[in-house]
């Protein structure tokens, strides 16, 4: 083989060892980026394990602390609660009960673990609501943006005041942001409680497994006239931009290894610490395809939360956090 007249470039060079590959890696995936859903249901006697969500349990007060404090042991310290009530209502007002469910496991993981946890507390109403919607309806049974998110103000109110450091409101209301900030500066909040907003919710059929732990499955319709069309990026670009001009301090794109345009875009255009949520569907879908030996689980999971990252997430919120912490710490 004759030599080149001129240098050629030659990528493999930097590919050589596992080393030189670790020494040119452009994304890190460490314990600290992750984010792990945690799920707390009124009146169970122990916990309930989701048949769709290997791994995934609903939890009492007492084993959301036990699975809390692995997680920390793990170093993953941000934890995404929501709350399954007992009592549901067709305003979903058990989301404001300061003893509510949700406000008892976020005293309880404040009580623990003080400081060294952020806790997020997601911020909605579909899983207090008796038709499973994000917010109380009309006669038509169309969602009321306005009445939502005055109830949206409330339940973070009552978050905060139970100690979470993040709300997170998921209904893809108009002026749910705004509504959280000035609700929680009036309740004093201003300085200690911050806002994640889901600013590009899509109306995924990645959610099924996730209705079924947090028991908020739409009793009739669909959630396509507040979520957005799976279709769009430019309006999820539109959305991000207003949430930060409302006070989102961090902003959260979901579903996020199907729409990893979107976490990229909405990086890029607002700058903004940037959560991306691997949704339940994308979790289940990963282990069913192992579950039948026609995937390589573990090197998937890990993959896809990868990936995740090297798209812009700052923060990957997935039901793997545990494990893919474990998994990291070799
Ligand atoms: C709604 C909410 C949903 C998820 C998080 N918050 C579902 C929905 O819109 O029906 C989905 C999360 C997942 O699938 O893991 N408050």
């Known amino acids: 083989?004759?030599?080149p007249a001129f240098p050629t470039a030659r990528p493999r060079r930097l590919r050589r060892t596992a080393a030189l590959r670790r020494a040119v890696r452009e994304t890190t995936l460490t314990p600290a980026d992750l984010v792990a859903p945690l799920f707390v249901k009124e009146g169970l006697a122990r916990p309930e394990p989701v048949a769709s969500m290997p791994g995934v349990a609903q939890h009492?007060?007492?084993s959301v602390r036990a699975e809390a404090a692995e997680l920390v042991a793990a170093g993953v310290s941000t934890l995404l609660l929501f709350g399954v009530p007992a009592r549901k209502?067709?305003?979903g007002?058990?989301?404001w009960n300061p003893d509510g469910i949700l406000q008892q496991a976020?005293?309880?993981l404040r009580e623990d673990h003080g400081e060294d946890v952020v806790v997020v507390t997601d911020t909605c109403l579909d899983e207090y609501t008796d038709h499973g919607h994000c917010g109380p309806l009309d006669a038509a049974g169309r969602v009321r943006n306005d009445e939502a998110i005055a109830g949206y103000a409330r339940a973070a109110v009552s978050q905060a005041d139970a100690g979470a450091d993040v709300v997170a409101p998921s209904g893809m209301m108009d002026g749910q942001v705004a509504a959280i900030r000035s609700a929680l500066d009036e309740?004093?909040?201003?300085?200690?409680t911050a806002i994640m907003s889901y600013c590009t919710k899509h109306a995924?059929?990645?959610y099924g497994p996730f209705r079924d732990a947090a028991e908020s499955a739409p009793a009739f319709g669909d959630r396509r006239s507040y979520q957005l069309d799976p279709a769009n990026a430019a309006e999820g670009l539109r959305e991000a931009r207003a949430d930060v001009a409302e006070g989102a301090d961090l902003l959260l794109v979901k579903p996020a290894a199907t729409y990893l345009d979107v976490v990229a875009g909405v990086k890029a255009a607002t700058g903004m610490p940037l959560a991306a949520y691997h949704v339940s569907g994308e979790y289940a879908m990963v282990h069913a395809a192992a579950?039948?030996?026609w995937l390589d689980g573990d090197a998937v999971m890990a993959e896809t939360l990868t990936s995740i990252r090297r798209a812009g997430a700052d923060l990957v919120i997935t039901y793997a956090a545990g494990w893919m912490a474990r998994r990291l710490a070799g």
């Not at 309740?187 to 200690?192: K, L, P, R, T, V």
């Open 187 to 192: 309740a004093g909040h201003a300085e200690d």
């Open 106 to 108: 976020v005293r309880a």
């Open 60 to 62: 009492t007060v007492a």
């Open 291 to 293: 579950e039948r030996g």
């Open 1 to 3: 083989m004759s030599q």
């Open 204 to 206: 995924s059929a990645f």
């Open 93 to 95: 007002r058990e989301a």
């Open 89 to 91: 209502d067709a305003e």
